[in-house]
C-alpha cells in the first residue's frame, strides 16, 4: 500500500504545480513552490518527500541525469517513497512516471543539498597568484 501512497504523492504534486523554469531556485523551499505554483524537477521532487513524510514514509531525494530523445543528457531529480514489501520505489512527479532507462541516478539523501553531484571547497596555505595572458593572433 505504500507504493499506491508513492504513486498518489507524484500525481498530486504533477497537478499542484507547473513546470516553470527560473521561478524557483535552489534556495526555494517547496511550500513557496506550491504557492507559486510552479517550479522544476527538484521543487517537484521535494513535494512528493514532504507529502510522503508527513503520512509517515520514508522518502528521499535523487539526483542525476535524464537521457532525452536525442541521447543528450540533462540534470533532474526525482523522488523514492519506502514500501515495506518491496523496498525503495522511485517516482519522477515532473514527468509523471516511474524512473525508467533514462534515469541515471547519481546521488540520494535527505535532500536537494545532501546530493549535489560536486561539492567543494578549497584549502590553500596561501592565496594562489593567477596570470592571464591575451595573445593576439
Known amino acids: 500500500r505504500q507504493w ?5 504523492a507524484g500525481e498530486w504534486t504533477s497537478k499542484a504545480i507547473k513546470y516553470q523554469h527560473g ?9 513557496m513552490a506550491l504557492h507559486l505554483g510552479g517550479g522544476v524537477c527538484q521543487d517537484y521532487a521535494h513535494l512528493v518527500i514532504g ?11 535523487v539526483t542525476g541525469y535524464l537521457l ?5 543528457a540533462s540534470f ?3 523522488a523514492e517513497g519506502w514500501d515495506d514489501n518491496l523496498g525503495w520505489i522511485g517516482f519522477d512527479p515532473l514527468l ?3 524512473p525508467i532507462d533514462s534515469h541515471i541516478r547519481l546521488a540520494s539523501g535527505l535532500d536537494a543539498t545532501s546530493t549535489m553531484p560536486i561539492r567543494s571547497a578549497p584549502v590553500w596555505s596561501a592565496m594562489p597568484l593567477e596570470t592571464v595572458e591575451i595573445v593576439a593572433g
Open 4 to 8: 499506491m501512497l508513492a504513486i498518489l
Open 23 to 31: 521561478q524557483t531556485g535552489v534556495q526555494t523551499p517547496a511550500a
Open 68 to 72: 532525452g530523445d536525442d541521447g543528450a
Open 51 to 61: 507529502a510522503l513524510r508527513h503520512v509517515g514514509i520514508p522518502a528521499r531525494y
Open 96 to 98: 509523471n512516471l516511474c
Open 76 to 78: 533532474h531529480a526525482w
